[in-house]
C-alpha cells in the first residue's frame, strides 16, 4: 500500500516528476563525463610507463615524472644486465627538441630514443608505414592525433628535428603526451643526435624480468649495486607520475570541484522537487497522518518516491554518459569510462537524492492533522 501511495503521488504529478529526473540525470551525466575526461587526461602522464612493456624503470634517484627525466650513465646498463632475475635491460632516452615546420615555424617536440632490436619502451603501434619504421636511417615516427601541431606531415616528408634533417617513416595512433610538446620516436642512438643530448648518457633503464624472478627484490638489487638510481615497477612508477600532476598542478581539485557542483545541483533539484510535491499535498500527508500513519511510515514513503526517481533518472543518465562518450571521446580528449565509474556515480547520486529526502519529511513532521482537516 505505501509503495502504490508513493508511485500514484509521484507519476499524477508528472511535470514535477520531470524536474526531478532531470537534476538527477544532469548530475549522472555530469560526474561520469568529469570523471571520464580526468581518467582520460591523466592516463597521458602515465603512457610510455603503460605501454612500455617494461616490468620494472630505472633512472636517477628521486625521479618522478616519466615527461622530466634526470641522465644516468649509460655504462651503468651493464651492471643492472648483470643482476639475477633480469631477462632483459634496454636503455631509453627522453628530452626536449624543435621539430621545423613548413613555412618556417618550429614546434616543441620530446624526442623518445628506443632501441630498435627490442619492444621495451616501444608504447606505440604503427598505424601508418612498415612495422620497422623505427630502424630506418633518420627515419621518425610521429602521432596522427598531433598533425595539426606538426602541419600535417607526410610519410615520406623530411624535417629538420633539432637541426638535423629527418624522414617521417611512420605514424602512430593515440600516443599523446601530457604535455603539449609532441612524442617524436626514434631509435637510442639517433635521439642524441636529434635532441643535442650527451651520446654517453641515458634517461632510463627500462627492464624485462625473467620468469619467477620478484620485482621488489630486483628493484632493491638494482639500487643496492647503482646508489644514484630509483627503481620501480611499472606500476609503482606510473602511480608516482600520476602523483606528481595531481599534485603539483591541482588538477583533482578542479575536476573535483565541477563534480561536486554538479551533485550539489542535482541535490536541490530533487530535494525542490519532493518538497513541492508535499506542499501540494500537504492535506493529503495530514490525512494520513490522522489515519495513524507513523513518522517512520511517512519517511519511508519519502524515501521510495526518492528512490523511484534516482533509480529511472541514474538508469537514464548512464545511457546518456555511454552515448556523449561514444560520439565525442577521442584521443586528444578521451572520456575513458570504467565499470567502477559507474557504479559509483550511481551509487553516490543514489545516495544523495535519499538525503533529499530529508527536506521534505522535516516539513511534514510540522504538520498538524487536526488545523490541516479543519481549515
Known sequence: MLWNIATRTLFHDR???VAGLVGVIFSVVLVNIQGGLFFGLIRKASLLIDKGNADIWVGHRGMHNVDFPHDIP???????????????????RISFSEM??????????????????????RAYEISEGPPDALSHVRGVIVDS???????????????????QRVKIVGKSY??????????????????????????TMSSY????LAPGANAKDVCNEITNRLGDVSAFTSDEFASLSINYWLTRTGLGISFGAATALGLLVGLVMVAQTLYAMVLDR??????????????????????????????IGIVIGLVTSFVIQQ??????????????????SGLLVFVICIAASGLPYLRVRQVDPHSILQG
Open 15 to 17: 511535470g514535477k516528476l
Open 74 to 92: 649509460e655504462r651503468w646498463i651493464h651492471r643492472v644486465r648483470s643482476i639475477p632475475g633480469v631477462k632483459e635491460a634496454e636503455p631509453m
Open 100 to 121: 621545423s615546420l613548413p613555412g618556417g615555424g618550429f614546434e616543441g617536440t620530446m624526442v623518445v630514443g628506443l632501441s630498435p632490436n627490442s619492444d621495451l619502451g
Open 145 to 163: 592525433c598531433d598533425n595539426d601541431k606538426l602541419l600535417d606531415p607526410a610519410l615520406g616528408d623530411f624535417r629538420e628535428l633539432g637541426g
Open 174 to 199: 593515440g600516443i599523446l603526451s601530457f604535455l603539449v610538446t609532441p612524442y617524436v620516436f626514434t631509435t637510442y642512438a639517433q635521439s642524441a643526435e636529434f635532441s643535442g643530448g650527451d651520446p
Open 205 to 208: 633503464f627500462l627492464v624485462r
Open 282 to 311: 500537504i492535506s493529503e500527508f495530514a490525512t494520513l497522518k490522522a489515519l495513524g500513519s507513523t513518522e517512520r511510515e511517512i519517511l519511508l514513503l519519502l524515501g521510495a518516491q526518492s528512490s523511484l526517481v534516482a533509480s
Open 327 to 344: 560520439t565525442f571521446s577521442s584521443p586528444r580528449a578521451e572520456i575513458m569510462f570504467s565499470p567502477a565509474l559507474y557504479m559509483g
